[in-house]
Nanobody, 116 residues
Framework: QVQLVESGGGLVQAGGSLRLSCAAS????????MGWFRQAPGNQRELVAG???????TYASSVKGRFTISRDNAKNTMYLQMNSLKPEDTAVYYC??????????WGQGTQVTVSS
């Protein structure tokens, strides 16, 4: 079955960096658009960054210039390099694989906590 497994979350001080990974299995990874989403307590889940099958990228305005999304199709893995982290980046980060409106999958999430 399809599995998306996030890793790399943790506790970091403001200004620090983290690199999240999303390892995919059970799907044709290169055929899926991939994205990172986050959800803070009391907030809706929001798109952080996305990367298409052709590696075009998009970012939320709040993270543009600080975060970089990438993918390695040979390793079936997507990454999110997060630099200059701020306390407001604290959230559970989820990866999503999307083929169509009916064919998509979520990971279980990884906690990112940024202390001030």
């Amino acid at each position: 079955q399809v599995q998306l497994v996030e890793s790399g979350g943790g506790l970091v001080q403001a200004g620090g960096s983290l690199r999240l990974s999303c390892a995919a299995s059970g799907l044709a990874f290169s055929n899926y658009a991939m994205g990172w989403f986050r959800q803070a307590p009391g907030n809706q889940r929001e798109l952080v960054a996305g990367i298409s099958t052709g590696s075009s990228t998009t970012y939320a305005s709040s993270v543009k210039g600080r975060f970089t999304i990438s993918r390695d199709n040979a390793k079936n893995t997507m990454y999110l390099q997060m630099n200059s982290l701020k306390p407001e980046d604290t959230a559970v980060y989820y990866c999503k694989a999307t083929y169509s409106t009916r064919d998509y999958y979520w990971g279980q999430g990884t906690q990112v906590t940024v202390s001030s």
